[in-house]
């Protein structure tokens, strides 16, 4: 980036960026608000519409990494702001078209206009992975450079941007639909509607002021694959390989993506990080459902909405935590610090679940929430950990492939914690997901600690003063064996 006019391009993205972040939020809490208002006495096809959501996301992910990787960075990011505000446009224009006329719509174009829903969900949900992996592990990255700092520093500010509009923009959603439904519809679409005339004009402001970024990536990455395959198949000519690459097959890209994820210096951190979304100890739906049905403390939506906040502020301020230690002791120490720090304050929450001291006792309860509350600025903290040696350790070629197999294995994890809730789905049965949630906390740990003492050579950093005591024991040991010979 240009060290004469830094300000002025990160500020037109962080204002972009905070677009994007909110109007993802808002739409995929609103669609629930939504559904639940069209179908009031079923959560079938609220299931069904996350369910192919997150199946979309998994699936074809790894087709938006290659695409992220071969084309120019600003038609990359457009084509996923278009997408992102073309679907929620649409689907809230669908949405308002039921909320109207449901009771008069045949059956069959009720149905027909759920199937347009789910498939515009597919699409914002790639969209939105689209614009995350290309800003988060691109963008970022080039316009940071050499200066390590500096890239903290953004990885800091827009993991705050995404943890503030998670926080804001389903409860300014929740408020608008408790006093008229139509209206959150129509002011949802309204709002990405003024939106795209904000971030579109941005992101190209935020290129032509860093040269870094105005470079045509498609063109270096073209040049790196053909040096690759010349080297491979060195009399293999350019029309002949430019033929073969044209005849991939989709499963060959995802095989091939899947590979190159899996050998990467950075698979171990990424694959600890996905680990972490196997889980329902968090503010999430499924714990809200919980803690809902106790029968003591009985607690109000409201009391929850207050909880959710104190969790967010603490997520919050692990943005500000996490960066500091890296800086003071690096990212990979400070990794195993954070996750340790997860999986000991989550330890005793499941722990009360399984002794039944949540039902049974104030203070067991009080203890359980404070649990909850603080893991998560371990989990925060370790997540920029995490991104910060992902974006060191992948090739400028490859990120866009590598975190869209990423954002599928996320996907796929987060799935399998609902799935958890549906094969045990009484609250009386909830330890058992809690279980589940922390041992996959655990075995995060376990891997991120492969890689620490691959990367390292050691687990634990030990204290001078104990290096010094095993000096001197080991040197009196010498001694006296040299003594007794």
């Not at 990080?273 to 109000?300: D, I």
């Amino acid at each position: 980036m240009d060290p004469s006019t830094p300000a002025l391009p990160t500020s037109l993205l962080y204002i972009s960026h905070f677009l994007s972040m909110w109007n993802a939020r808002s739409f995929e809490f609103g669609a629930v608000l939504f559904l639940a208002t069209i179908y009031p006495n079923t959560l079938l096809p609220m299931s069904v519409y996350a369910l192919l959501r997150a199946l979309a996301a998994i699936t074809l992910s790894p087709s938006i990494g290659h695409f992220i990787d071969t084309k120019n960075r600003l038609p990359v990011i457009r084509l996923s702001i278009m997408g992102q505000r073309a679907a929620v446009i649409i689907s809230c224009a669908l949405f308002a078209l039921i909320v109207q006329f449901k009771s008069s719509m045949a059956s069959f174009l009720v149905i027909l206009t759920f199937t347009a829903l789910v498939a515009l969900a597919c699409l914002e949900k790639l969209s939105s992975i689209m614009n995350t992996v290309a800003v988060e592990r691109d963008w970022l990255v080039v316009i940071a450079g050499e200066d390590q700092n500096l890239l903290r520093n953004l990885n800091a500010q827009i993991r705050r941007i995404d943890l503030f509009c998670k926080l804001l923009g389903p409860l300014a959603i929740a408020l608008v639909h408790a006093w008229s439904p139509s209206i959150a519809i129509w002011s949802t679409a309204a709002v990405n509607a003024i939106s795209v005339m904000v971030e579109y004009p941005f992101v190209a402001k935020v290129l032509r002021d860093s040269p870094s970024l105005s470079r045509p990536r498609a063109l270096d990455t073209q040049s790196s694959d053909e040096t690759i395959r010349m080297e491979s198949h060195p009399m293999l000519d350019t029309d002949q390989a430019e033929t073969q690459q044209q005849h991939v097959s989709t499963f060959s890209l995802v095989s091939n993506s899947i590979q190159s994820y899996t050998r990467s210096s950075a698979f171990l951190p990424s694959l600890a990080l996905s680990l972490l979304y196997l889980t329902v100890l968090s503010f999430s739906g499924q714990m809200t459902t919980f803690l809902l049905a106790l029968p003591q403390p009985k607690l109000t939506s409201a009391t929850i909405g207050l909880l959710r906040t104190a969790s967010t502020v603490a997520e919050i301020s692990a943005t500000f935590i996490s960066p500091r230690v890296m800086t003071r002791i690096g990212p990979i120490r400070a990794g195993i610090w954070f996750l340790s720090w997860q999986a000991l304050t989550l330890s005793p929450a499941a722990m009360i679940l399984w002794t039944d001291g949540i039902r049974d006792s104030r203070a067991a309860f009080i203890i359980f929430i404070l649990a909850i509350i603080s893991s998560r600025i371990g989990l925060w903290s370790f997540d920029l950990c995490a991104q910060f040696i992902i974006q060191e350790s992948i090739s400028a070629s490859s990120r866009g492939s590598f975190s869209a197999v990423e954002a599928s294995l996320q996907n796929l994890f987060e799935l399998c914690a609902f799935a958890m809730t549906i094969v045990f789905p009484r609250p009386n049965q909830f330890r058992y997901p809690a279980l589940a949630s922390l041992v996959a906390i655990y075995c995060s740990a376990a891997v991120y600690a492969a890689f620490v003492r691959d990367r390292r050579g050691h687990l634990l950093h030990m204290p001078s003063c104990i290096k010094g005591a095993r000096c001197h024991d080991r040197h009196a040991y010498n001694l006296i064996s040299a003594e007794t010979s």
